[in-house]
Structures are given as C-alpha cells and as structure tokens.
C-alpha cells in the first residue's frame, strides 16, 4: 500500500470515499450532519482548490488489485485561521478521514494522521484540531492514541 498526496487526477476516485465519510457522518448524528443531496459532488470545486495550496493537505492510500492501483482511504485537511484574539494564529483542521472498511485496523488511518502532522509542523503551522462525533469511540481512541487531546465538547440543539 502507498500513502501519497493526492492530485486533482485523483479527485473523481476520491468522491466515492467522501460519500462514504459523509453518510457515515449522518447517521451518527443527522442533526450535526444533515447534508445536501449528493455532498461529495460538492467537494468537487473544493477539493480542486484545496490542492492548489500547497499549505493544505489532501492524503490518499492507494492498493494495487490486479494492475490498477484503487484508492482504499482519504485524509482531507485544510490551514484554518483563528480569530485575532488568541495567541495562535492559525491550525490544522483535519476536516475528513476514511479508510475502506477491508483496510482498516492496518495502521492506515494512523499513517495518514501522522503524515497530516508532519505536513503541518513542515508548513510552519503550531496546532492541529479535528471533530468527531461524541458517539464515534473508535476514532476517538485511534486520534487519542496519535496525541490528540479533548478541548472542547460541542454542543447542540434543534430549534
């Protein structure tokens, strides 16, 4: 298996992915989560961008089934700016992170993290957040495990 960066010739085989992240997503909480119809088609044109900034950082895995090599896992993370009161200026926001269930517990989605880490601190960039669901255990334990600690708890309600 190869961890890359991701190019824009990779963008329609990553689409399937993220509608699997997003689905994933709203069934763990479709309040939090309530997507428009067809959201990876969204991430076409934001994806595209995305990639042009070489600050933000878009991951694949890639295994090779026969002669072709597929994508099996994504990593999507972006340098988002604080607002002017804190002391840090800006973070990594790891907005989205998937692995094919047939690869998971592989020490990919791990690999990707790291490998997101590391980008950041090369670009110069302090600090790395993410969200996950409060439901979501297993990716809680996986990013506990990579160094990631709670900062925050979110909360909602539906008016």
């Known amino acids: 298996m190869i961890i890359r960066t991701a190019?824009?010739?990779?963008?329609?085989s990553m689409l399937p992915l993220v509608a699997k992240t997003c689905a994933f997503h709203q069934a763990l909480d479709p309040a939090k989560y309530g997507f428009l119809?067809?959201?990876?088609?969204?991430?076409?044109?934001?994806?595209d961008q995305l990639m042009k900034n070489?600050?933000?950082?878009?991951l694949v895995a890639e295994d090779s089934i026969g002669s072709d090599p597929v994508l099996v896992?994504?990593?999507?993370?972006?340098?988002?700016?604080e607002i002017?009161?804190?002391?840090?200026?800006?973070?990594?926001?790891i907005h989205d992170l998937w692995v094919e269930e047939a690869y998971r517990h592989r020490g990919v989605a791990r690999?990707?993290?790291?490998?997101?880490?590391?980008h950041f601190r090369q670009?110069?960039?302090?600090?790395?957040?993410l969200d996950t669901a409060a439901n979501n255990e297993i990716a809680r334990k996986l990013f506990t495990t990579c160094g990631f600690r709670v900062s925050?708890?979110?909360?909602?309600i539906e008016l």
């Open 54 to 58: 070489s600050r933000h950082v878009c």
């Open 7 to 12: 190019t824009l010739t990779d963008i329609p």
């Open 73 to 81: 896992a994504l990593l999507i993370a972006t340098v988002e700016r």
């Open 152 to 156: 925050m708890v979110e909360m909602l």
């Open 84 to 93: 002017p009161i804190y002391r840090v200026k800006e973070y990594g926001f």
């Open 123 to 129: 670009v110069g960039v302090e600090q790395v957040r």
């Open 37 to 47: 119809p067809n959201p990876e088609q969204r991430y076409m044109s934001w994806l």
């Open 111 to 118: 690999q990707l993290i790291q490998r997101a880490i590391e």
